[in-house]
């Protein structure tokens, strides 16, 4: 991969091509397939952040696959993290007249050839290349995100990602060579393609919904008020509810991206038994979709769900002795 000049790039508006560039420095991020270099040079792998990584470009197989996974739609923005010769951002371009993107590396003879070849494939307008840091670009307007790096890189750049990245952004890493194990750490992939020996991994950058949450329900004519405590590690979401007096835990969470869902079964006072099934969008402090109510005896039928972030829950008010 590489890096570029202090300014950030914003992939809504591409910067001129003739901005000064900084020395490309021997440091951090290498060429975009810089894993070829893993296999064979431990050592260098050791000290992937003192020394450069020699170019490869991915194969054609894992590049469609990328393309392939990143569901790309219209109007979506595309940043590769390591560009190469640029054949991802290319190929995106490509793929759909409505997607444009953005590629950065290390190396100016990559991003002229890259440029150049964006250029014959008549793609430049919406696929453009910068020499830069990928650790000061701008990823707070992409919608996916490519890379294929040494792993350590790739844990660092992890950070980043999850601090300025929107949630539902897809991130897609190249396995080759590199493996599938701990490539962004504890933030295990929500999906591996491995229909060839190069595996693809896919993660959508988690929305934040830790904390308290609390949303009304009207079961038979009455409301009910609902206090959740939910716990997150990246897409991982575990958590308790209350309605009265009584407590259960959420089964069967699901985050990917901005959708949330999970279940809820407990005996509600006064309604009885009943299974709730929630799904809904996650948008700041507000989750927006509809339940599922299946009571033990009777019919199921839907309800519209709104949930408002607290910064106080009534999951820990007193409950005393009587559990109504």
């Known amino acids: 991969m590489t890096q570029t000049p202090d300014a950030p790039v914003k992939p809504a508006e591409a910067p001129s091509m003739d901005l000064p560039r900084l020395p490309a420095r021997r440091t951090l991020l290498s060429a975009g397939a810089a894993a070829l270099a893993a296999a064979t040079l431990p050592a260098?792998?050791?000290?992937?952040?003192?020394?450069?990584?020699?170019?490869?470009?991915?194969?054609?197989?894992?590049?469609?696959?990328?393309?392939?996974?990143?569901?790309?739609?219209?109007?979506?923005?595309?940043?590769?993290?390591?560009?190469?010769?640029?054949?991802?951002?290319?190929?995106?371009?490509?793929?759909?007249?409505?997607?444009?993107?953005?590629?950065?590396d290390l190396q100016e003879w990559l991003v002229k050839t890259a440029t150049e070849s964006a250029a014959k494939q008549g793609v430049s307008d919406r696929a453009q290349f910068f020499q830069r840091n990928a650790f000061d670009v701008d990823l707070r307007e992409v919608d996916v995100i490519n890379m294929w790096l040494f792993a350590n890189l790739t844990r660092l750049l992890r950070t980043k990602i999850l601090a300025e990245a929107r949630p539902g952004t897809r991130v897609l890493v190249n396995g080759q060579l590199i493996g599938t194990e701990n490539i962004l750490g504890n933030w295990q992939p929500d999906l591996i393609d491995r229909e060839s020996p190069n595996p693809i991994l896919k993660w959508w950058v988690p929305a934040k919904v830790e904390g308290n949450w609390t949303w009304q329900l009207p079961l038979g004519g009455t409301?009910?008020?609902?206090?959740?405590?939910?716990?997150?590690?990246?897409?991982?979401?575990?958590?308790?509810?209350?309605?009265?007096?009584?407590?259960?835990?959420?089964?069967?969470?699901?985050?990917?991206?901005?959708?949330?869902?999970?279940?809820?079964?407990?005996?509600?006072?006064?309604?009885?038994r009943a299974k709730h099934e929630f799904i809904g969008q996650v948008s700041g402090d507000q989750i927006r979709g509809k339940v599922t109510v299946s009571p033990a005896e009777g019919k199921p039928f839907d309800l519209p769900w709104t949930a408002t972030r607290a910064a106080t829950s009534g999951w820990f008010r007193p409950t005393g002795l009587d559990l109504k």
């Not at 020699?54 to 790309?72: C, F, H, T, W």
């Not at 595309?78 to 993107?101: E, W, Y």
């Not at 939910?230 to 990917?256: A, I, K, M, P, W």
Request: proline share 4%.
């Open 44 to 104: 260098m792998r050791a000290q992937a952040q003192e020394y450069g990584t020699p170019y490869g470009p991915s194969n054609a197989d894992s590049v469609k696959r990328m393309i392939q996974l990143a569901e790309l739609r219209d109007g979506n923005v595309v940043a590769d993290l390591g560009s190469g010769n640029g054949q991802i951002i290319i190929a995106a371009a490509l793929s759909n007249p409505k997607v444009r993107g953005w590629g950065v």
């Open 223 to 272: 409301p009910y008020t609902y206090d959740f405590v939910l716990q997150q590690q990246f897409q991982v979401v575990e958590g308790t509810g209350r309605v009265g007096n009584r407590r259960e835990s959420l089964s069967d969470t699901r985050l990917r991206g901005t959708e949330l869902s999970f279940v809820f079964d407990m005996t509600v006072t006064g309604f009885g």
